[in-house]
């Protein structure tokens, strides 16, 4: 059974670029309002102030919070004020889309760096372990109930190896670990935990890739729709998944690619 989405809150981590900002815009379209939590300098902060301002034309209440999502000050900060903005109400919608981590190689090449414990802690860190922390706090603050659903974006570096991507390969494998563990203890409370494999997808994290060109050339080629994954194309599941009352979809890695998977 599916049901309106207008009304109840969502969080995105990650909120103002790329596949977070796609989904805020997707659920704000749906009468979703909209917390979000991003990492900006002084210009990403413009443009997610106007961001903000997009959202609220669509008649919703959206907040951003520029801090570092993956700081426990952050959450112990922000999650009590959240609970305060969503009146209690549980969060329909927890999306975590961080995207920051090191491209340095295991070894070093050519005289460069390699990479080092702390660029490995800290990669893992943002972009697994805190979706671990925030659904702890998130959940002893009554902010998950029966509808909630979960959302982590992994890629297909939980299986592909590419130069420049190890750290961040074993954090989209450590997610997804997260995800399947977190499925499994949330269910008793009807929570939906899953993660989204997108596509090749043109975004500010894709672009810091060194050589991304060929994995967007490569994948614009084989992807049998004849283009590349668009944020929007991940919003749309989002949204999909997110009006079904039903947990009974949970612990998976749902590709959303248009099929790129098959042909690559």
């Not at 008793?188 to 043109?202: E, I, K």
């Not at 975004?203 to 084989?222: F, G």
């Amino acid at each position: 059974m599916t049901t309106s989405l207008k009304g109840s809150w969502c969080l995105v981590l990650g909120s103002s670029s790329g596949i977070g900002l796609a989904n805020a815009r997707a659920l704000a379209l749906e009468g979703v309002n909209v917390l979000g939590v991003h990492f900006d300098t002084a210009e990403g902060q413009e443009k997610a102030g106007a961001a903000v301002e997009e959202l609220r034309s669509t008649g919703v209440q959206a907040h951003f919070f520029n801090a570092n999502a993956a700081s426990p000050a952050t959450r112990s900060e922000l999650v009590p004020r959240f609970a305060e903005l969503t009146e209690g109400r549980p969060l329909r919608v927890v999306l975590h889309s961080l995207a920051f981590g090191t491209l340095l190689p295991y070894l070093p090449a050519d005289g460069g760096p390699a990479l080092t414990s702390r660029q490995m802690d800290m990669t893992l860190n943002v972009m697994a372990h805190s979706l671990v922390y925030w659904t702890q706090s998130l959940n002893a603050a009554g902010l998950l109930g029966a509808g909630s659903k979960i959302f982590a974006m992994t890629s297909a570096g939980d299986q592909r190896v590419t130069a420049h991507y190890g750290a961040v390969s074993a954090a989209k494998c450590a997610l997804e670990s997260h995800v399947r563990q977190l499925a499994l203890e949330l269910a008793p409370q009807q929570v939906a935990v899953n993660s989204l494999r997108a596509g090749v997808t043109v975004t500010p994290s894709l672009e810091r890739i060194p050589d991304h060109e060929k994995l967007v050339e490569l994948a614009a080629r084989s992807n049998p729709h004849g283009r590349l994954t668009r944020p929007a194309d991940v919003a749309d599941v989002v949204v999909a998944l997110a009006r079904s009352e039903s947990s009974w979809t949970t612990g998976n890695v749902i590709g959303v690619d248009g099929g790129e998977a098959l042909t690559t």
